[in-house]
């Protein structure tokens, strides 16, 4: 959570003049566009409101509604076997055509709030992956996104009149959606204009439920970059990213300023130079590493040359070379190696995540075979590796092409 991320209880009016609570996270800008988050059937529990605040670092004015406030206000339960038997009692107690009205209840109160600016969506997961399914149908939200929704395909003909855009993560093992019920959902909405349905091949219910028992990573992460895509495109926010990312690479290797650096990060950031293994996970260990072991420590020759760049929904991924005379000792892509003096070239790519408008990640990728020929410490003769031949041929394609391959003019004329 950035430090200047408020959130805060507030109360909604019903409509049928009652009232119920909700959790409100306001990103540190203090405005943007609105989102309803729907719980699964554990309540307005730690996930829920930790996935409220991920979603403010992204620019979001969160508002999470209390949906099972009609049999018990304030439930906060976990995925453990202890608490399953009332999560599964208060989901089968649970009127959704009230559900629905209390979602609508809660558009109106996010679009009251003085912080909710621009446009509104719902996103929800188990049964507020229905819901926000619902949502999409009944109410004049911009977009809806749901995650494993529960009971979709029983409402399928309600999706004549699906407004905005709507994206659905299907688990292809989830056992609350079985296989025929999938299949009837993929034919009635597949092919939809502003509608996107995506299948993840093996998971399971709740495969996107940090720290459940289904939570899979890389399904997580491409279901969330789906997800962004959609809600930036329906209703912002809009961000710079080739500017934040420049402006970061400017601190690093510019003026060289690790405070600085660090500011253009979220509170809890990481950088993993995937050849080396070298970076750091959390504010303390990366301010470390730029510190110490980064910033200070780039031969002062040091030189990016852009390529490309690929702007997405959430990251950026830069292509360039990265070149050098190696004469201090670089810790993080030479670590232990003593200065050799030798020059370097190597094509690296970087993979820079956001949330919002701070860097979240990088990832860095470079062939370290490489650099190792480079400065002397591999020799190539008799292996398929290569120098800066990698780099020269990045920059003009023309030179010659599978040199490393000896049985390449065994093919030739044939």
């Given at each position: 959570?950035?430090?200047?991320?408020?959130?805060?209880?507030?109360?909604?009016?019903?409509?049928?003049?009652?009232?119920?609570?909700?959790?409100?996270?306001?990103?540190?800008?203090?405005?943007?566009?609105?989102?309803?988050?729907?719980?699964?059937?554990?309540?307005?529990?730690?996930?829920?409101?930790?996935?409220?605040?991920?979603?403010?670092?992204?620019?979001?004015?969160?508002?999470?509604?209390?949906?099972?406030?009609?049999?018990?206000?304030?439930?906060?339960?976990?995925?453990?076997?202890?608490?399953?038997?009332?999560?599964?009692?208060?989901?089968?107690?649970?009127?959704?055509?009230?559900?629905?009205?209390?979602?609508?209840?809660?558009?109106?109160?996010?679009?009251?709030?003085?912080?909710?600016?621009?446009?509104?969506?719902?996103?929800?997961?188990?049964?507020?992956?229905?819901?926000?399914?619902?949502?999409?149908?009944?109410?004049?939200?911009?977009?809806?996104?749901?995650?494993?929704?529960?009971?979709?395909?029983?409402?399928?003909?309600?999706?004549?009149?699906?407004?905005?855009?709507?994206?659905?993560?299907?688990?292809?093992?989830?056992?609350?959606?079985?296989?025929?019920?999938?299949?009837?959902?993929?034919?009635?909405?597949?092919?939809?204009?502003?509608?996107?349905?995506?299948?993840?091949?093996?998971?399971?219910?709740?495969?996107?439920?940090?720290?459940?028992?289904?939570?899979?990573?890389?399904?997580?992460?491409?279901?969330?970059?789906?997800?962004?895509?959609?809600?930036?495109?329906?209703?912002?926010?809009?961000?710079?990213?080739?500017?934040?990312?420049?402006?970061?690479?400017?601190?690093e290797f510019g003026t060289r300023d690790v405070a600085a650096t660090m500011a253009t990060m979220v509170a809890e950031p990481y950088v993993n130079h995937i050849p080396t293994m070298t970076g750091g996970v959390g504010h303390k260990e990366l301010s470390r590493f730029y510190q110490h072991?980064?910033?200070?420590?780039?031969?002062?020759?040091?030189?990016?040359?852009?390529?490309?760049?690929?702007?997405?929904?959430?990251?950026?991924?830069?292509?360039?070379?990265?070149?050098?005379?190696?004469?201090?000792?670089?810790?993080?892509?030479?670590?232990?190696?003593?200065?050799?003096?030798?020059?370097?070239?190597?094509?690296?790519?970087?993979?820079?995540?956001?949330?919002?408008?701070?860097?979240?990640?990088?990832?860095?990728?470079?062939?370290?075979?490489?650099?190792?020929?480079?400065?002397?410490?591999?020799?190539?003769?008799?292996?398929?590796?290569?120098?800066?031949?990698?780099?020269?041929?990045?920059?003009?394609?023309?030179?010659?092409?599978?040199?490393?391959?000896?049985?390449?003019?065994d093919s030739a004329n044939k």
């Amino acid at each position: 959570m950035t430090q200047n991320m408020t959130t805060r209880e507030i109360t909604i009016p019903s409509h049928d003049g009652k009232s119920f609570g909700a959790y409100l996270a306001v990103p540190a800008a203090g405005h943007g566009p609105g989102l309803v988050l729907c719980q699964e059937i554990f309540g307005v529990n730690d996930f829920m409101r930790r996935a409220a605040q991920l979603l403010a670092e992204e620019g979001y004015v969160v508002l999470v509604p209390d949906l099972f406030w009609r049999q018990q206000p304030g439930i906060q339960l976990t995925d453990g076997p202890a608490d399953m038997p009332r999560a599964f009692e208060l989901y089968q107690g649970f009127d959704v055509e009230l559900g629905l009205k209390d979602i609508a209840s809660t558009i109106a109160a996010l679009r009251g709030l003085p912080e909710q600016q621009g446009g509104v969506g719902v996103l929800g997961y188990c049964l507020g992956g229905k819901l926000a399914y619902l949502a999409a149908c009944r109410t004049d939200v911009d977009v809806a996104v749901g995650y494993y929704g529960v009971g979709i395909e029983s409402s399928l003909e309600e999706a004549a009149n699906l407004r905005g855009r709507l994206v659905l993560h299907i688990a292809e093992q989830d056992g609350f959606c079985p296989p025929e019920a999938r299949q009837r959902i993929l034919a009635a909405l597949g092919g939809k204009l502003g509608v996107e349905l995506y299948v993840y091949p093996g998971m399971d219910h709740a495969f996107a439920r940090t720290g459940g028992d289904h939570y899979d990573k890389p399904s997580a992460l491409m279901a969330h970059q789906r997800s962004m895509a959609a809600l930036q495109r329906a209703i912002g926010p809009e961000f710079d990213y080739s500017a934040l990312w420049d402006k970061h690479c400017e601190y690093e290797f510019g003026t060289r300023d690790v405070a600085a650096t660090m500011a253009t990060m979220v509170a809890e950031p990481y950088v993993n130079h995937i050849p080396t293994m070298t970076g750091g996970v959390g504010h303390k260990e990366l301010s470390r590493f730029y510190q110490h072991h980064f910033v200070n420590s780039n031969p002062p020759d040091t030189r990016l040359i852009p390529l490309s760049r690929t702007v997405g929904a959430t990251q950026i991924v830069d292509e360039l070379l990265f070149c050098f005379t190696h004469t201090t000792e670089i810790d993080w892509l030479l670590p232990g190696v003593a200065p050799t003096g030798r020059p370097v070239e190597i094509p690296l790519i970087a993979i820079v995540k956001f949330r919002g408008d701070k860097l979240y990640h990088e990832h860095i990728y470079w062939d370290q075979a490489s650099v190792l020929v480079q400065v002397g410490l591999l020799d190539p003769k008799g292996l398929p590796v290569a120098g800066r031949e990698t780099a020269a041929k990045l920059l003009d394609e023309t030179l010659p092409s599978n040199t490393l391959m000896a049985r390449w003019k065994d093919s030739a004329n044939k």
